[in-house]
Nanobody, 124 residues
């Protein structure tokens, strides 16, 4: 599956952005989908994930819990990360990724397919 992320931009602290990842070339519903981010000079950080098919189970990093919401639309082959109450520490390149199998949702190495990043910049 090929992934294409979009929706990043510049926003003031307290603002909102919605990131979208579109999948193509595969059966989108079979993939667990995740979002990771990398801030300048830092390692990749897990942000959120949603399980395959119905997406009834979701996962969030403690740093974004209560502010971010992940969802998926298999008919459109998209996964969306709604980000509210953004903080300067959310500034990073955000990546969507897809995996199959029982590996941890939180581990970057579990994901087989990656989109290009989209930059989110939050000013104070």
């Amino acid at each position: 599956v090929q992934l294409q992320a979009s929706g990043g931009g510049l926003v003031q602290a307290g603002g909102s952005l919605s990131l979208t990842c579109v999948g193509s070339g595969g059966t989108f519903s079979i993939y667990d989908m995740g979002w990771f981010r990398q801030a300048p000079g830092k390692d990749y950080e897990f942000v959120s994930a949603i399980e395959e098919y119905s997406g009834s189970t979701t996962y969030y990093a403690d740093s974004v819990k209560g502010r971010f919401t992940i969802s998926r639309d298999n008919a459109k082959a998209t996964v969306t990360l709604q980000m509210n109450n953004l903080k300067p520490e959310d500034t990073a390149v955000h990546y969507c990724a897809a995996k199959t199998g029982a590996q941890s949702y939180y581990a970057r190495t579990a994901y087989d397919y990656w989109g290009q990043g989209t930059l989110v910049t939050v000013s104070s």
